[in-house]
């Protein structure tokens, strides 16, 4: 069953936890309550890793996890209220009390970014509550509550609405009238729900077949037997390997699209072959393949231990379901590109006459550097190819319109300035 971390300040967290048998055992939902915001990270750290997901009951928490997290290795969500929930319980609220005036009424979750969750279409400005723009940082809940306790001190509201049910208790404490104003059940349900299916999803990529080739440039007997040992000690250590096999002139490995993900850490570093590095005294290049079969995965990991063999280094490359292509792992001249043949890619091809793949690869080069100018040296050492062969597709680029030399520049004394070239496909 899939299970769904859910980090909570202690007030919300009930309310999310109620709507558990309404979700009919779609999931599990594990409880992971806070108390002080400074307690998110060290809980996400220590959860995330037994769970398929996780959830936060609103944006401050989703939001103080993301400054410590750019990037997030569980799936992480958070739950919004809806203005169907918002405007439900304002009616209540205004029902409970016909000479309230929301002029007189702070509330302290709507702002420019979320458009006021709709109220400046709904009250003209004179009616209109007090607000805040908030800044979700770690000393929110105090000046949340500062300023609650500043406008009614000078007397300018008469209720407080919240959206954050640690400021509750201090509300409470100095007499302030206020009302907490969460998520509805069935937007908690209905959240919920998607994240399930997401997760269902992620769980079937992650659960994909990945095939790693190994082989060896001059293999022997002896030379194999040492990789086979580095390898079942790798699998000791890891736990990543499901299948160690010897085939003829290579072996074979398989695992899941998930575990590659880590062993490679999300395709920027190949750890198997590091750790080959380390304890082997000759090169071996590595092909993954990614399938949704392990017939396909294989076919992919066959391509890519050709583009690792062409290297003139040992290396790692991996080929995806969708033909992408990323390689050499964990090397500065690592690039992503399709095997995929994009019509206007084939267009490029026949009308400057380079050939589909180095078309690919130079826009895959461009991309990464984020700049169109290159020299022959730097073609060459992006490409793994010959200065010679770099500067011969240069050359066929300037004749037919896609690239032209922008300056050259001398980097020694002596010998001839290197030539810069400007590409622009575009410009034919």
């Known amino acids: 069953m899939i299970k769904i971390g859910v980090i909570a300040a202690n007030y919300s967290m009930q309310q999310i936890m109620d709507a ?12 992971i309550p806070y108390a002080q915001l400074h307690e998110i990270k060290d809980l996400y750290e220590k959860h995330r890793h037994y769970v398929h997901g996780i959830l936060f009951s609103g944006p401050l928490g989703y939001s103080i996890a993301k400054q410590e997290w750019q990037e997030f290795e569980t799936p992480t969500y958070f739950v919004t209220m809806k203005e169907g929930d918002f405007y439900k319980r304002l009616f209540s609220i205004s029902n409970g009390n016909k000479q309230l005036d929301f002029s007189r009424v702070f509330i302290d979750f709507i702002h420019e970014q979320n458009n006021f969750m709709g109220l400046r279409d709904a009250l003209p400005e004179k009616e209109f509550p007090h607000y805040i723009q908030l800044e979700y940082t770690y000393d929110v809940y105090d000046e949340v509550f500062k300023h609650h306790q500043m406008l009614w001190q000078q007397g300018k509201i008469d209720l407080s609405i919240t959206g954050l049910g640690n400021v509750v208790e201090r509300l409470n404490q100095v007499g302030i009238p206020n009302i907490v104003m969460l998520a509805s059940k069935e937007t908690i349900v209905e959240r ?22 190994l082989s060896l440039s001059e293999p022997d007997d002896f030379k194999e037997i040492l990789l086979h040992k580095a390898l079942l000690e790798f699998h000791n250590k890891e736990k990543v390997l499901s299948v160690i096999q010897k085939k003829s002139g290579h072996f074979e490995v398989i695992t ?93 091809s026949e009308a400057h006459g380079v050939s589909v793949l180095q078309i690919q690869k130079i826009l895959a080069v461009l991309a990464k550097r984020k700049s169109n100018e290159l020299t022959g040296e730097e073609l060459a050492y992006h490409l793994n190819l010959t200065l010679r062969q770099a500067n011969r597709i240069l050359k066929r680029l300037e004749e037919s319109g896609a690239a032209k030399i922008s300056y050259k520049k001398q980097e020694k004394l002596k010998g001839r300035p290197k030539k810069v070239y400007s590409i622009d496909f575009a410009s034919r």
Request: with cysteine; glycine share 6%; hydrophobic share 40%.
């Open 256 to 348: 899941t699209f998930g575990e590659l993900k880590q062993m490679t850490n999300q395709f920027t570093a190949c750890a198997i072959l590091e750790y080959l590095k380390q304890v082997l005294p000759f090169p071996v290049n590595i092909g993954w393949g990614v399938g949704s079969t392990l017939y396909q995965a294989k076919i992919c990991a066959q391509k890519a231990s050709h583009a690792a063999v062409s290297h003139e280094l040992d290396c790692s490359y991996v080929i995806t379901e969708n033909e992408e292509v990323i390689g050499p792992l964990g090397e500065d001249t690592c690039i992503h590109f399709t095997h995929t043949v994009e019509p206007h890619v084939e267009r490029l």
């Open 20 to 31: 558990e048998p309404m979700l009919q055992g779609q999931c599990e939902l594990v409880p």
């Open 192 to 213: 919920i729900e998607q994240i399930v299916s997401e997760l269902r999803i992620t769980n079937l990529l992650e659960n994909q077949s990945a095939v790693g080739i």
